[in-house]
């Protein structure tokens, strides 16, 4: 996804989001992702098309391979032909200058098939990298433009294995290709040649072929189950391996190292189960081909071959030449054997990758959108409707003005629909019903970029990237100057503690900052959300992983950042936001009060029993069921 204005990340806004899990009316096609098991044709003329664009700045590269692909196919079926003259026209004349032509031939052939051998397992795997270049980097784009929800909904384990292994398969798509393309050219030479030479014995020799697709016919089916139960189980790897990663502290503090090793073992077992089976297999395959091959040579060439030679109907260097074509041709049907199920791995990748690639963001600008002048940042919400499954309403008939430089604080139970708010103004999402305007500008109508690029988010779960403090600061204003970067620190107050560091703001940053305190890494996200100089300020939950003392820091620094811009607010702590110019009071998806903190202590409605939960107090109204209200909570809706 792409950066989310200065703020950038998207973190704990996942908390909000739940409700598409379920798909509904703003989440078109996003949940049919084609299973991970289901097995592809050998060959898929869209996979194939699809494919050929991304082969396109490689053309030359291509011709060069198929040329040498032709070559080495012409030698490979020549060479048994130049056997046979130098028996029959050579050796049987008596005429060894013919012999001296035939060898030179057959010289000049040999060095022919190895440069053509030589240039194609150079030139098809350039082929190959370059279309995995093109294919992952077309994927890392594409994922930028999917909404939050879209990951939120689907594992990361699937996502990783489309665009690495998927890729990976598929790369291979066009070498397997062009090695069939190879293989078919030889059987058509190889069938050619054994025909216009004798077809009797071409007939005779080539009579143990439909026993052979007999054979390959009934072994595609254990090789497509089998394939399917390793995809199955890789997919099941993969997840354990990424749940265990990413919640390794859950993990450790309640102490599952070894009930999660047992379940690993499990599901690692049915994997190497899954891929012995498929081995035994591969393994019963091989042995048939040769058996046949052994009864081509020895009934069709030995036998009844060598009858015609001593009968004088049949040259013996036409029985020299059927012996090394029998040979040669079945060496490309065990290939094309082994390959089939290869195509049928990478024809199935295509079609998830391409899936992935086809998948329409659930934001979208439209033809005529225009770009967001600067703002100034007035908001309104004009009678806001918004579902993530239909006729389950998150947001009902919002109704809301927010002027420009205004400090506005959104509180409510979990679930109100507070997140769920700031996720309509940023454009996660569009609305249901109504709508949302910025500066008398409906956001709906104009480019998104252009309006986020001048708003910023932080977000509960500060989330720092790889590379420097500098750069994590400067993440979505890349030409900011260090002196703006510092000047950002300065304003949070995270200047001193960066310049405590040994190499200040250069100190180069663990993987997600895990070598900083939590509020350590939220004062960088404030950094880096205001560096850009953004008019619209939103805070989910900002400090509720932080403590006081850094609380206290950063309400001082918010003072200073928020002057003059338009903030939005999200908190359960209350005592982050009673300085705030308005609260607004969410309450089941709709707006329940209106005011500033003492105004709506005063009113003794659901912000008042709000206040009494946060501090422990009594009020009249905690035990009805005004709100289905709890305690302060680090989660929102």
């Known amino acids: 996804m792409r950066a989310a204005g200065p703020g950038g990340g998207f973190g704990g806004m996942m908390g909000g989001m739940r409700g598409l899990q379920a798909g509904g009316i703003n989440t078109p096609n996003m949940d049919n992702l084609t299973d991970e098991t289901i097995v592809g044709n050998a060959y898929d003329h869209k996979v194939v098309i699809r494919l050929l664009s991304y082969i396109k700045p490689y053309k030359r590269d291509v011709i060069i391979s198929l040329l040498a692909v032709l070559l080495y196919t012409v030698g490979n079926v020549s060479i048994p032909l130049l056997m046979m003259l130098g028996i029959n026209w050579a050796i049987n004349e008596g005429e060894l200058w013919r012999l001296h032509v035939v060898g030179g031939i057959f010289v000049g052939v040999t060095v022919m098939h190895f440069l053509a051998n030589y240039v194609q397992l150079v030139y098809m795997p350039k082929v190959g990298q370059g279309i995995l270049y093109s294919l992952r980097t077309a994927m890392f784009n594409h994922l930028q433009t999917l909404s939050p929800s879209f990951f939120h909904r689907t594992p990361v384990g699937r996502i990783m294995s489309r665009s690495q292994s998927d890729v990976l398969q598929l790369q291979e798509t066009f070498e397997l290709i062009v090695q069939s ?28 072929v439909p026993v052979l697709f007999f054979i390959l016919g009934y072994w595609q089916k254990f090789a497509r189950h089998s394939f399917m139960r390793i995809r199955r189980a890789i997919a099941m790897v993969n997840g354990e391996y990424n749940q265990n990663i990413t919640g390794v502290r859950v ?4 102490n599952r190292q070894d009930v999660n090793l047992k ?16 081995s035994r297999f591969s393994g019963g395959l091989q042995p048939m081909v040769e058996i046949l091959i052994g009864i081509g040579m020895g009934f069709g060439v030995v036998l009844v071959g060598g009858i015609m030679a001593q009968g004088g109907s049949l040259e013996w260097g036409v029985l020299v030449a059927f012996a090394l074509w029998i040979q040669r041709f079945f060496e490309p049907v065990r290939h094309l054997t082994m390959q089939y199920s290869q195509l049928q791995r990478a024809m199935a990748a295509g079609v998830r990758i391409f899936e992935v690639l086809d998948l329409k963001p659930e934001v979208i600008d439209e033809e005529d959108a225009e770009d967001m002048p600067p703002i100034k940042g007035h908001i309104r919400f004009e009678d806001v409707t918004f579902h993530y499954v239909p006729e389950v309403g998150v947001l009902i008939d919002i109704n809301l ?23 309509l103004i940023h454009r996660f999402a569009d609305v249901t019903k109504g709508r949302i305007t910025m500066d008398g500008y409906d956001i709906r109508q104009v480019n998104r970029q252009s309006m986020v690029r001048q708003m910023s988010m932080v977000l509960q779960e500060p989330y720092l990237f790889s590379g420097t403090i500098s750069d994590n600061i400067r993440y979505s204003v890349q030409h900011a100057t260090d002196e703006e970067v510092i000047a950002a620190g300065k304003a949070v107050g995270a200047h001193g503690f960066i310049m405590g560091l040994e190499d200040g703001y250069d100190t180069v940053l663990a993987e997600r900052g895990v070598n900083l305190s939590v509020g350590q890494r939220q004062l960088l996200s404030f950094a880096r959300a205001i560096v850009g100089n953004p008019r619209v300020i939103i805070l989910d939950e900002a400090t509720a992983n932080i403590d006081t003392q850094t609380e206290l820091l950063i309400q001082d620094a918010l003072k200073r950042i928020l002057k003059g811009r ?4 999200i908190a359960h702590r209350l005592s982050t936001i009673r300085n705030a110019d308005k609260i607004v009071v969410l309450d089941k998806g709709r707006v329940a009060e209106v005011g500033n ?14 206040h009494a939960v946060n501090y422990g107090l009594t009020h009249p109204g905690l035990s009805g069921s005004g709100g289905g209200l709890v305690p302060a909570s680090a989660s929102d809706d």
């Open 181 to 208: 393309f190879s293989d078919i050219l030889s059987l058509l030479g190889i069938v050619v040649m054994m025909l216009f030479i004798d077809w009797r014995l071409a007939l005779v020799s080539m009579s143990i």
């Open 566 to 569: 338009t903030s939005i607010v």
């Open 263 to 278: 379940h690993f073992e499990s599901l690692n077992r049915e994997h190497l189960d899954a891929n012995l089976e498929a």
């Open 597 to 610: 903190h003492k105004e709506l202590l005063e009113s003794g409605g659901v912000y008042a029993r709000l």
């Open 401 to 423: 003005d927010i002027k420009p430089g205004e400090n506005v604080a959104l509180v409510g139970s979990t679930g109100a629909g507070k997140t769920t708010m700031v996720t």
């Open 251 to 254: 993990v450790e503090s309640l």
